[in-house]
């Protein structure tokens, strides 16, 4: 997961709020299809269409050309605080159009039966982080750098398995509860961001990039050059247009590289 600079939101979305004093997530989304997709391209390039949660490539597909328009509804809108609860009843507000409150996620296999295959908004459905701040949030920043976990740290690990070929997340969202861990847990978590599917492409991306540092030899100044692109948002063309996109999984590869780095700054 990477922290979310949220831009204002849509035009359309505004004029719609003031408009309609009902804020329903159901019936904007079915009436209003221009504005949906204004919204949801929003969302998705503030994302560097990644999902927020696994950190995917979305609606773009890697490779070839794709009308992004025609491919939003690969994308789920997520609503953080969940839009069950959050509906302006029992005292809680209604965050249905809430801007803050919308994020960009994968469909998480969604319609996969059983939960084992779901990740992502598709598993945490109606359910609400205790930890886990919006990643779109200030707070978000400050749980990656500040918050201390006991012994286990901040930060988002990630784990090799060569033998499953697999990356892990090893995730100190809650380590009280290993059982209901957010992120991934014993039993999937809220995201289950293990998914063995999920795991595998982030060892396929973990393992182009290990081998070229490998095989290439990169030095230092090499290591700082890449950490600083896989921090960064590239151009991305397809169907003649131009979107602002961040390299599939690239927390892990600042996370893989920035360790290396450690290791060659106490080999000198
Ligand atoms: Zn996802």
């Not at 809430?98 to 779901?118: R, V």
């Not at 690239?250 to 700054?265: P, R």
Request: proline share 3%; glycine share 6%; hydrophobic share 30%.
């Amino acid at each position: 997961m990477r922290k979310i600079d949220k831009n204002r939101e849509p035009i359309c979305l505004t004029h719609y709020k003031k408009q309609n004093k009902t804020h329903n997530y159901a019936e904007f989304s079915g009436n209003n299809r221009d504005c949906f997709d204004e919204l949801r391209l929003a969302l998705l390039q503030e994302s560097g269409f990644l999902c927020c949660y696994c950190m995917q490539r979305i609606v773009i597909n890697e490779g070839n050309e794709t009308d992004v328009k025609k491919n939003l509804s690969q994308m789920i809108v997520e609503h953080f605080k969940p839009k069950s609860v959050y509906d302006g009843t029992n005292g809680k507000k209604n965050l249905h159009l809430d801007y803050n409150n919308l994020i960009a996620t994968c469909n998480g296999n969604q319609s996969s039966k059983g939960n084992e295959k779901k990740h992502c908004g598709a598993l945490k459905d109606n359910g609400e982080f205790v930890y886990l701040p919006n990643p779109a949030s200030d707070e978000f920043a400050h749980f990656q750098t500040k918050i201390k976990y006991k012994e286990r740290g901040s930060e988002i690990k990630y784990l090799e398995n060569p033998v499953d070929r697999k990356v892990l997340i090893v995730a100190p969202t809650n380590p009280d509860d290993i059982e209901n861990d957010e992120l991934v847990g014993t039993r999937l978590g809220k995201l289950n961001l293990n998914e063995s599917n999920l795991a595998k492409k982030r060892y396929a991306v973990w393992n182009k990039v290990k081998r070229q540092l490998e095989q290439e030899n990169w030095e230092r100044s090499k290591i700082e050059e890449k950490i600083k692109e896989y921090s960064t948002l590239y151009e991305k063309t397809s169907m003649g247009t131009i979107y602002h996109v961040y390299h599939e999984f690239c927390a892990m590869v600042v996370f893989f590289l920035e360790g290396k780095l450690l290791t060659i700054k106490n080999e000198q």
